[in-house]
């Protein structure tokens, strides 16, 4: 592990505590807007619910093992106390919440039957494949070139969601309500842009740059990834809810 | 950092836990508070209690960043440990709740459509500019000048946000209830006074008082500005909630 500035150091610190307070007022927001949305929908926004909470309990995790793994020198920079920073609870975190992700996404749309069930086994265990196969390269961090073949391995599952996800939502959308029929390719775009957020930020330490840098971008661009695919997802789950609700009259303010 | 007097560390760290307590309550009564009023008015408190909540875990986190910051000596005041007190905190906090308080004032005016959204969208990005560009000269505690040009920077965006919403209430409030524009010009009001405490106290380190009178001034100034602009400010909403649907019919109470 390499020295930070007081700079780095700040700008991880406060993106972690941005991400616990996100994650935080996204759970309470889940939970109690379920009243604010047809009957129907309700176990999509639960689950939306679950996924934050989930996040931010790890992210309070992550921000004690990083206060942990750095103290203030006297030069005024941040060394390595050499208690590790421990880096797992993020796919800890994953590993329980990516599934609850596809699962939120088939309730709200309301994909039913024994084949949007197998549809569901088969995305879980890729995104476990997906998961499992990212944290051997993740944790590695001088070998550039095994970096690279665990996340080309991952990213194989990873491709097969997403291809999965934009053509089963493609076909789902045919009967859906304009304003649903939007809401739907904006959240298939924003999974697109934030999913393919995660790669990119599991690149950085291959791309030579130095090594302090390499853990700013890492930490910063999962947090924003996780806060954009979690809460930011949820909240697109819940406004493609209140539109379904109120396409079929069971959006409670019209009560 | 400069030294702090008894009584001057003593206030900080009152007003600090007036803040998480004003918040906390907050909390409650607005989430409790939603089932007072009509349905169509129960996103916006949602959205009121989010903020509240939000700025009450940061006011937490201040006020243990505080504690840690400053340690009292034996000469009887309080002398600073070494470990930095945190500023970054409070814009993390506007950087999530400010958006929210634009979107609290929509939903509890019922501000609807495609003109809206756009509204909003550049009301967001305004406030996010407006926050961005006041940070750089936050942490700037020695030269004055550059503090100022931040700050006029950030102001421009604010003052876009806060002529927009004048006007876009104003608009909105011709087919109120006479009760309804009375409040509704009230909140008008009491968001041009409370975002206008924000830049008196960010100016005050540079009106020539000695370092801890800024200290003082500038963590008072901005604990006081916080509980007016969203416990405050979400009281004013709820009464809005209240008055429209009295106006409407759908008072819980009326039932």
Redesign the interface.
């Given at each position: 592990m390499s020295e930070l500035s007081?700079s780095n150091f700040?700008l991880i610190?406060?993106i972690f505590?941005?991400t616990?307070?996100?994650m935080?007022?996204a759970f309470?927001?889940f939970l109690?807007?379920r009243?604010?949305v047809g009957a129907k929908y309700r176990p999509a926004l639960l689950v939306s619910a679950l996924v934050v909470a989930i996040a931010c309990y790890h992210y309070f995790r992550i921000f004690n093992s990083f206060e942990e793994a750095y103290a203030?020198g006297a030069s005024g920079t941040y060394a390595p106390t050499g208690k590790p920073f421990n880096d797992a609870y993020r796919y800890v975190d994953w590993l329980l919440t990516v599934p609850l992700l596809l699962v939120e996404l088939i309730a709200v749309m309301q994909l039913k039957g024994k084949e949007s069930e197998g549809t569901l086994s088969k995305l879980a265990i890729a995104a476990f494949l997906m998961i499992a196969l990212g944290y051997p390269g993740e944790i590695i961090k001088d070998d550039m070139m095994m970096r690279g073949i665990w996340g080309a391995l991952s990213s194989i599952p990873f491709v097969y969601i997403l291809y999965v996800l934009w053509v089963k939502l493609g076909a789902a959308i045919g009967s859906e309500s304009p304003r649903v029929q939007v809401l739907v390719r904006n959240i298939r775009l924003l999974m697109l842009a934030t999913w393919g957020f995660y790669p990119i930020t599991y690149m950085l330490p291959m791309f030579g740059i130095s090594p302090e840098s390499a853990v700013v971008g890492v930490q910063v661009g999962y947090a924003i990834s996780d806060i954009l695919a979690k809460a930011g997802y949820g909240v697109m789950i819940y406004a493609i809810a209140r539109a379904k609700s109120e396409a079929d009259g069971s959006l409670?303010?019209l009560?």
């Amino acid at each position: 592990m390499s020295e930070l500035s007081n700079s780095n150091f700040s700008l991880i610190y406060n993106i972690f505590s941005l991400t616990i307070a996100s994650m935080g007022a996204a759970f309470i927001f889940f939970l109690v807007g379920r009243s604010q949305v047809g009957a129907k929908y309700r176990p999509a926004l639960l689950v939306s619910a679950l996924v934050v909470a989930i996040a931010c309990y790890h992210y309070f995790r992550i921000f004690n093992s990083f206060e942990e793994a750095y103290a203030l020198g006297a030069s005024g920079t941040y060394a390595p106390t050499g208690k590790p920073f421990n880096d797992a609870y993020r796919y800890v975190d994953w590993l329980l919440t990516v599934p609850l992700l596809l699962v939120e996404l088939i309730a709200v749309m309301q994909l039913k039957g024994k084949e949007s069930e197998g549809t569901l086994s088969k995305l879980a265990i890729a995104a476990f494949l997906m998961i499992a196969l990212g944290y051997p390269g993740e944790i590695i961090k001088d070998d550039m070139m095994m970096r690279g073949i665990w996340g080309a391995l991952s990213s194989i599952p990873f491709v097969y969601i997403l291809y999965v996800l934009w053509v089963k939502l493609g076909a789902a959308i045919g009967s859906e309500s304009p304003r649903v029929q939007v809401l739907v390719r904006n959240i298939r775009l924003l999974m697109l842009a934030t999913w393919g957020f995660y790669p990119i930020t599991y690149m950085l330490p291959m791309f030579g740059i130095s090594p302090e840098s390499a853990v700013v971008g890492v930490q910063v661009g999962y947090a924003i990834s996780d806060i954009l695919a979690k809460a930011g997802y949820g909240v697109m789950i819940y406004a493609i809810a209140r539109a379904k609700s109120e396409a079929d009259g069971s959006l409670p303010d019209l009560a």
